[in-house]
């Protein structure tokens, strides 16, 4: 399973960006598809999470900013990103729990970088 990222550079504060990652290969199903990130210095943290059903959870961070949406037709999953501000600078990783022939696992993608500057 390959998850392929696009999306990120660098924005002004209070601009925007919109992150797609696709995931393919031998993929039976998708349950949870998200987005991660890591901050210089800091430890990779959760910004948001669809479920197969659609149902979704933010960082406090976020809320009211991002929207994550899927594609589950392409396997696809997006992150917009509203409103940006300097403190979003990070490198921006997709995340699918994937289930295959060989069991279900975590998948990531090879990160995006996003930088918002002042």
């Known amino acids: 399973v390959q998850l392929v990222e696009s999306g990120g550079g660098l924005v002004q504060a209070g601009g925007s960006l919109r992150l797609s990652c696709a995931a393919s290969?031998?993929?039976?199903?998708?349950?949870?598809m998200g987005w991660y990130r890591r901050a210089p210095g800091k430890q990779r943290e959760l910004v948001a999470r669809?479920?197969?059903?659609?149902?979704?959870n933010y960082a406090d961070s976020v809320k009211g900013r991002f929207t994550i949406s899927r594609d589950n037709t392409t396997n696809t999953v997006y992150l917009r990103m509203n409103s940006l501000e300097p403190e979003d600078t990070a490198v921006y990783y997709c995340?699918?729990?994937?289930?295959?022939?060989?069991?279900?696992?975590?998948?990531w993608g090879q990160g995006t970088q996003v930088t918002v500057s002042s």
């Open positions: 995340n699918s729990e994937t289930e295959t022939a060989w069991g279900n696992r975590a998948y």
């Open positions: 290969g031998s993929i039976f199903s998708i349950d949870a």
């Open positions: 669809i479920t197969s059903g659609g149902s979704t």
